[in-house]
């Protein structure tokens, strides 16, 4: 999944000669915190809700000072580059310009990112969640699927989140089965702690309602 592939054109991207106030009403509209600048196809920099409260709002954007000049992905660029680049720069929206860096065609949004995310990781499927706590050094995903599959389970997605300044990671699993106890038992005795597990009698309805919140939220 690339760019392109979630690129939108109806956020309309703001001048330079706009007026700060016009653009915050932009963003109220379009219920995101940030916005493109273009001037004829060409992509400026990114203005946010925070450059026009430090300013005066009644002066031209141009006129500012901003935090997010030079921000933006490529039409080609990975679905994982634009998140990495929305989530360091607490980003609502990621401008995005043809290959050769030379013309805006669009933005992705935050909320579009959640949402290819919500659908291809199989968040919001029926299932379980299981969190396991390793060691680096111990950690085999191949391991740990293979023993998922010798019980007839599906592991639907895998994320690894490390510690910083520890050896340990933490694998989060999506699995098709509510009833995990073999595979857990399984795990443990392959020298895998289980964290945490959340199946659907006692979490799916939370996750989903979660979601449909943060998705109500976002279009609010």
Request: negative net charge; aromatic residues 10%; glycine residues 4%.
């Amino acid at each position: 999944m690339t760019a392109k592939e979630l690129l939108s054109q109806s956020i309309l991207p703001v001048k330079t000669s706009d007026k700060g106030q016009l653009v915050l009403e932009r963003m109220q509209v379009y219920h995101v915190s940030h916005l493109p600048i273009v001037n004829h196809d060409k992509l400026l920099g990114i203005v946010s809700e925070d450059d026009i409260l430090i300013h005066n709002p009644d002066e031209a954007i141009g006129s500012y000072r901003l935090m997010h000049q030079q921000i933006q992905c490529t039409e080609n660029d990975h679905i994982f580059d634009l998140m990495t680049k929305i989530g360091a720069f607490k980003l609502t929206l990621i401008p995005i310009v043809s290959k050769d860096n030379e013309t805006y065609l669009g933005v992705v949004t935050l909320e579009d990112v959640l949402k290819y995310f919500a659908v291809q990781f199989s968040f919001t499927d029926p299932g379980s969640i299981l969190v396991i706590e390793t060691s680096v050094h111990n950690y085999l995903l191949s391991e740990i699927i293979r023993l998922a599959e010798a019980e007839d389970i599906t592991v639907l997605s895998s994320f690894t989140t490390s510690l910083p300044n520890s050896n340990k990671v933490y694998i989060t699993l999506k699995l098709n089965a509510q009833d995990i106890f073999a595979y857990k038992a399984s795990l443990e005795r392959f020298g895998y702690e289980v964290y945490a597990t959340f199946s659907d009698a006692e979490f799916g309805d939370t996750l989903q309602d979660r979601y449909d919140s943060l998705m109500s939220y976002l279009n609010l």
